[in-house]
């Protein structure tokens, strides 16, 4: 039977107490953990949000009716203490615990909330089927670590805040509820009662909002804001998320990167004590592609790709030298000390390349002996081979692995081996954080799908003034003066410097092969806006889920999330998303029309 806390006031949180507060007289609330029942002595482990503190029951001290009452306590029921602090004998001290001194001897009890048996133990790292967790997700954040990835979360908005206030930003709110602009991922909409027939749109990101804060002249914007995208999920993306999102007005590319590794460092310093070098290290898109095969390279390890073209071009290899004559690369990377994979182990990484598009993958053993095993190597001169272990650095033992193809397959499947090799070869410490910025994107990508020109980043980026001559000519060449900040192979956030004249946003647009109707009924509100003084921009937007999972060095997002959605953008807990009934239909004007996508 549960009982009121009517007449108890908490006086202290379970860790909040220590060896300093012997023989104090304290009032402690929370949930029982573990209960040990000796015979005429129960200890219970009572958990709230800071930790676990021991309580002792016995009759002498509690009577015989609160000791009746400590008997019936299980996992999970929540109660209130009162009892004095006294001193674990010495051999029942436990290092590992904050509180593991002392202990609570109980002079009464109160029974706040009892509890069904729950459907897994609440325990650190529970290695319980995610499903089961968030399904019963209000349990699963009981658990300590993802009560500490919370807490984290908290402490970096709070510090984010604390920084940019301290730099003359504002922190203004923008509209969940706006026009659809579909360019990039797909929207979720939301039907209008008022309007029937037509919808509001949840934001993608603020971007043209906060752009237009910046014609406003409120010069320095953040928000901690809340996006939507309807798009497929991955362990580091959800279908809503959080951006540390920012704005800044008459600045180029360097002062807003200053800004953003100033936070960086603070915020890496403030929470983990880990100090932050600035300036971070900076490679264009192009080197990052090239070395690394990613535009977010993981920089905690070389094994880096070697561009063989020049090497093969005349080669008696037609997989190489055709590929290369076709306007393809043959690049490779040495997966240094992996000579030794049975057969079985590289045809799997030949398996591995085809899913990032390859056709399939050349390889070469340097035997111990300096002599090589290969499939490949009877088709090519002694010298050839010669010169492409040495521009490689091979050495005996290990496994050279090549990709023949286009530049983009080729980045793809060699910059995804280059991550496995890494893994392989235990390269990713969690606990080393290697920052950079990779900047000088393209401007534009070819979309083969819809045959024509999309943004890289978005249609608000201005191009680089050396490349605009470009612009109509020949777009793909054009690059941005655009930068995202990479951290251990994630993209942690990115940002350009914006269009602020009317007439390159025109030509912008143009290019993206949208008519002067299209632009306006997309983004009117916006050009007709740029006719009455625009000031340069720029801005940048974080994934601050992103960086609380760098932080916390979790797997997946969803981990630092209080309430995330699964693979299928579904809840477990709630059931959402759900039918309704015929009446909010009618409502809306809609009526459900099912087909098959």
């Given at each position: 039977m549960s009982e009121s806390m009517?007449?108890?006031?908490?006086?202290?949180?379970?860790?909040?107490?220590?060896?300093?507060?012997?023989?104090?007289k304290v009032t402690v609330m929370g949930w029982v953990q573990k209960r040990r029942d000796l015979g005429g002595v129960i200890f219970i482990d009572l958990r709230d949000r800071t930790g676990l503190l021991q309580i002792v029951f016995d009759a002498s001290s509690i009577g015989d009716e609160g000791f009746a009452k400590a008997e019936k306590l299980r996992s999970e029921f929540v109660i209130a203490v009162e009892g004095i602090i006294e001193s674990r004998s010495d051999e029942t001290i436990n290092p590992n615990l904050k509180t593991g001194e002392i202990e609570v001897r109980a002079h009464s009890l109160r029974i706040l909330s009892e509890a069904e048996t729950p459907p897994f133990q609440i325990e650190e790292n529970s290695n319980v089927k995610e499903d089961l967790r968030l399904k019963y997700r209000y349990l699963d954040l009981r658990r300590p670590d993802l009560q500490r990835n919370l807490i984290m979360r908290h402490k970096v908005a709070m510090i984010t805040r604390e920084f940019l206030s301290n730099e003359e930003f504002l922190e203004i709110e923008t509209p969940m509820l706006t026009k659809s602009t579909p360019e990039g991922a797909r929207d979720y909409l939301v039907p209008s009662r008022v309007h029937q027939g037509n919808f509001y749109a949840l934001p993608q990101s603020p971007q043209i909002f906060k752009q237009l804060l910046m014609l406003s002249g409120y010069d320095r914007y953040f928000q901690i804001a809340k996006c939507f995208r309807d798009e497929d999920l991955r362990a580091d993306r959800q279908p809503e998320f959080t951006q540390i999102d920012m704005e800044l007005s008459f600045v180029d590319q360097e002062k807003v990167i200053d800004v953003n590794e100033r936070l960086m460092q603070k915020l890496f310093k403030e929470v983990l004590d880990i100090e932050i070098e600035i300036p971070m290290q900076r490679l264009t898109y192009k080197e990052a592609m090239d070395r690394f095969g990613s535009d977010k390279p993981d920089l905690r390890f070389g094994i880096e790709l070697v561009d063989l073209s020049d090497i093969v071009k005349d080669c008696g290899f037609k997989v190489f030298s055709g590929t290369v004559a076709s306007g393809g690369s043959v690049r490779g990377i040495n997966a240094e000390g992996l000579g030794n994979l049975p057969r079985r182990q590289i045809d799997a990484l030949g398996e591995l390349a085809k899913t990032y598009g390859a056709k399939g993958m050349a390889w070469i053993v340097i035997n111990e002996d300096g002599t090589y095993k290969s499939a490949i190597t009877k088709f090519l001169a002694d010298e050839e081979v010669e010169n492409m272990v040495k521009a490689m650095n091979g050495k005996p033992g290990d496994l050279l692995l090549f990709c023949a193809d286009s530049n983009d397959v080729v980045y793809s499947t060699l910059g995804n081996l280059r991550l496995e090799i890494?893994?392989?070869?235990?390269?990713?410490?969690?606990?080393?954080?290697?920052?950079?910025?990779?900047?000088?994107?393209?401007?534009?990508?070819?979309?083969?799908?819809?045959k024509?020109?999309?943004?890289?980043?978005?249609?608000?980026?201005?191009?680089?003034?050396?490349?605009?001559?470009?612009?109509?000519?020949?777009?793909?060449?054009?690059?941005?003066?655009?930068y995202d900040m990479v951290l251990n192979g994630c993209e942690l956030g990115g940002g350009s410097i914006r269009i602020h004249q009317r007439d390159i946003q025109e030509k912008m647009f143009a290019a993206l092969g949208f008519s002067k109707d299209d632009a306006y009924d997309r983004f009117g509100f916006l050009l007709n806006a740029f006719k009455y003084g625009v000031p340069p921009h720029g801005g940048l937007a974080f994934g601050l889920d992103r960086i609380i999972m760098l932080m916390t060095q979790s797997d997946s997002i969803r981990d630092v999330i209080a309430f995330p959605k699964v693979k299928d953008a579904s809840c477990p807990m709630t059931e959402a998303p759900g039918t309704v009934d015929d009446k909010q239909l009618n409502e809306l004007g809609l009526k459900i029309d099912t087909i098959e996508i």
């Open positions: 009517q007449g108890l006031k908490r006086t202290n949180k379970c860790t909040e107490v220590s060896a300093k507060n012997i023989d104090d890494g893994r392989r070869l235990e390269l990713l410490d969690d606990s080393v954080y290697k920052f950079a910025w990779v900047t000088e994107f393209p401007l534009l990508e070819w979309n083969k799908e819809h024509r020109y999309t943004a890289m980043h978005h249609p608000f980026t201005m191009p680089m003034e050396e490349d605009l001559q470009y612009l109509e000519s020949d777009p793909g060449r054009v690059r941005a003066i655009a």
